[in-house]
């Protein structure tokens, strides 16, 4: 992974499908190392600037956890600690952290301000989230279903349901594109993905010999292993979005008998987490209290079934975070 050294980590796009793959396979690798307590620390002294504009669960602790596993340092930073788009602009920041930094990693709204920040940098800068890509969500992603299922890349086929528009649907379309999986994207047409997005992922399907389908049909299930959804609603949209989301997409809940329309026995459930499979959260109670809706996008069943591989994804988060940790900054 040499090659990747210095690199930034912004989206899928920016790799070839041998990059792609090879972060895979050093995940793999880190994982093993991991779990047989034979882990080689490659960060010693090393210090990284994690940036969180936006609330963060399982992208901060594995970007804290890994760094701190390889002998790295972190220094976390949000709205209310940092001057980023406040009183700095983000070049400046940029400029000013890769000074004192060996890597930079953000998490935040705009698409934009990462790659400003990455523009202006002089140490390797990775993406934590954005509205429109979450690439090591994705990564994470490729490697569970890799995990789980033990086959090539070539015969893993899998369906996000739900909302496809935004960084979880567009992240998984081109990382699966990169590996020449069979993706399926199942959505209300006016929640499929930009169709310049869907233009670059079929470039790359013609390279790498992905499956690519787009479509409203729910029966395209049929036949894949994993199914992935995400959230429909985020608390602070306003009540005219939840109504309008929830319309639509009602009937692309992940229950079990969207499972048993894929007609594979041992077919996983995958989500990137927090999902509103119950009553227990703040949102969860609110969409509750206005649409009578007890779950959204996966009912509790599945949630918490046996094909549930949630939790293995959640922490595959930290080796595919370590991974590109280790490929950028050595």
Request: glycine content about 8%; aromatic content about 8%.
């Amino acid at each position: 992974m040499g090659a990747l050294k210095g690199r930034h980590f912004l989206k899928e796009e920016d790799f070839t499908p041998a990059e792609w793959r090879g972060l895979l396979d050093l995940t793999g690798e880190l994982k093993t190392a991991r779990r047989a307590g034979t882990e080689q620390q490659a960060l010693g002294g090393m210090n990284l600037a994690l940036i969180f504009e936006k609330t963060s669960t399982r992208t901060r602790s594995a970007f804290e956890v890994a760094a701190h596993q390889q002998g790295a340092h972190v220094t976390q930073m949000d709205g209310n600690s940092s001057q980023l788009g406040h009183k700095e602009s983000p070049a400046d920041t940029a400029r000013v952290l890769s000074r004192l930094f060996d890597g930079i990693e953000y998490r935040g709204a705009w698409q934009s301000t990462v790659e400003t920040i990455a523009q202006h940098s002089s140490v390797p800068v990775w993406n934590g989230l954005t509205d429109e890509w979450h690439p090591t969500q994705s990564l994470c992603d490729m490697f569970t279903m890799r995990e789980a299922s033990g086959l090539d890349d070539r015969d893993i086929a899998y369906a996000y349901v739900g909302d496809a528009r935004f960084n979880v649907g567009c992240s998984l379309l081109m990382g699966g594109a990169l590996l020449g999986m069979d993706v399926r994207l199942i959505a209300p047409s006016k929640l499929l993905p930009p169709d310049s997005v869907v233009r670059t992922a079929r470039e790359i399907a013609d390279v790498t010999g992905a499956r690519i389908t787009l479509t409203e049909d729910l029966g395209a299930v049929r036949g894949c292993r994993f199914i992935h959804t995400d959230i429909w609603v985020s608390m602070g949209e306003p009540e005219s979005v939840w109504t309008e989301r929830i319309l639509l997409l009602r009937d692309y809940q992940v229950n079990r008998e969207l499972l048993e329309r894929t007609g594979v026995a041992d077919v996983k459930f995958m989500h990137c987490l927090p999902a509103y499979h119950n009553r227990e959260t703040t949102v969860g109670e609110a969409v509750y209290q206005r649409f009578g809706l007890e779950e959204l996008e996966v009912t509790d069943e599945v949630f918490e079934s046996a094909a549930s591989i949630v939790f293995d994804q959640a922490e595959n988060r930290m080796h595919s975070i370590k991974a590109i940790l280790v490929a950028t900054l050595t």
